[in-house]
């Protein structure tokens, strides 16, 4: 949705985006790569209206290389 415009699952053209940004008196969508709030790397969210559907996208690829130092690497199977 983030390219296209249009949810993969419906179709639809009505796509909200919900920034990942923490603010005063908001919860955002955020990865940790520490314990304080200096250390987040935030996680837009992309709503499909029609049916719901939601895709999440790392806002700033900068931060991947934190993140992998932060967690471990999914391995189907284990």
Known sequence: MKHTGIC???????????????????????????ITSLTQSPVGRYLCESCGYIEEWLDN?????????????????E
């Not at 993969?8 to 005063?24: F, M, N, R, T, V």
């Not at 008196?25 to 520490?34: A, D, R, S, V, W």
């Not at 690829?61 to 199977?77: A, E, S």
């Open 61 to 77: 690829l900068h931060d991947v290389p934190k993140i992998k130092k932060r967690f471990k690497p999914f391995k189907w199977g």
């Open 8 to 34: 993969p699952k419906c179709s639809g053209q009505d796509i909200l985006y919900i920034h990942g940004i923490q603010e005063a008196g908001e919860i955002g969508n955020n990865i940790y790569t520490g």
